[in-house]
């Protein structure tokens, strides 16, 4: 945060936040959060709405996220496509059922969300480790069917597309292709853990390898180029070495797209 304090490189035109981690937020870190925000365009991404969850949603926190939202001119609101919640927060990412009864609950959650939020809002494909014990159909297609019913916007994120493809078995570049491109309007790209040959934790603590950035590349080639975010949530490299892989993302947006329509962020 000092050295984006000092300056942001040219290649970083915007930054991601978890709204629930700054809502209320004061003393010197509130000011600032406050200082930084009124100088840089920011994305918020949501932990904890639970979308696919049991417990009825969090007006409260959603009336909040909304003031925050308006206060610092947010224009993307993002949630994952998963729950997190029952009683409590559970602090891990659920895989939501995949079925035609789960499409019609998340959705109908989603399209009161943006009742509330006054807005459309993207939702992101999320990774899982062990499959719903219920299933109906794959998890491309259950994601545009869920997109559909919410007619809500998507959220991609490449990284997760390849660490399920790895631990579930299936064709990334297959899933990607068979998204609706006119809904993607926001990207993520993120490191991940080998935890054995065929199953891999998403940490967001490494550089991103080859194969992901041949996804994204294969990505913009296919769905086109949007907002991408290089996520990086711990053992975080100096900002001269972090930026390299932004400009990496930069590189692979000029070849699909020119002049660039947009720029990323670590998060």
């Known amino acids: 945060m000092d050295d984006l304090d000092t300056r942001v490189p040219d290649v970083i035109r915007f930054f991601e936040v978890a709204p629930e981690n700054w809502i209320d937020m004061g003393g010197t870190l509130g000011r600032r959060f406050r200082a930084f925000a009124e100088r840089h365009n920011f994305v918020c991404h949501g932990l904890s709405l639970s979308l696919g969850g049991p417990s009825p949603l969090d007006e409260v926190l959603l ?75 794959d998890e491309p297609t259950f994601v545009r069917a869920v997109l559909e019913e919410a007619d809500c916007d998507l959220h991609l994120d490449v990284n997760n597309v390849y660490v399920n493809s790895v631990n579930h078995g299936f064709d990334p570049r297959a899933y990607i292709a068979s998204l609706p491109a006119k809904r993607v309007v926001y990207m993520h790209t993120a490191g991940h853990y080998y935890e054995a040959e065929d199953f891999i934790i998403d940490t967001h603590g490494a550089d991103v390898i ?58």
């Open 63 to 137: 009336r909040k996220i909304k003031g925050f939202l308006d206060e610092f001119k947010v224009a993307l609101y993002t949630e994952h496509l998963s729950y997190c919640s029952d009683d409590g927060h559970l602090y891990d990412l659920l895989p939501i059922p995949m079925t035609e009864e789960a499409v019609k609950y998340v959705a109908k959650r989603i399209r009161q969300t943006q009742d509330i939020l006054g807005r459309r809002i993207a939702i992101e494909n999320a990774s899982f480790y062990v499959n719903a014990p219920i299933s109906e159909m």
């Open 210 to 267: 080859d194969p992901v950035w041949n996804l994204l590349d294969f990505t913009y080639q296919t769905i086109g180029v949007v907002p991408t975010l290089l996520e990086r949530d711990f053992n975080i490299p100096p900002l001269a070495e972090l930026v390299k892989e932004v400009e990496r993302i930069d590189n692979l947006q000029r070849k699909y797209e020119h002049p660039p329509v947009t720029q990323h962020a670590h998060g």
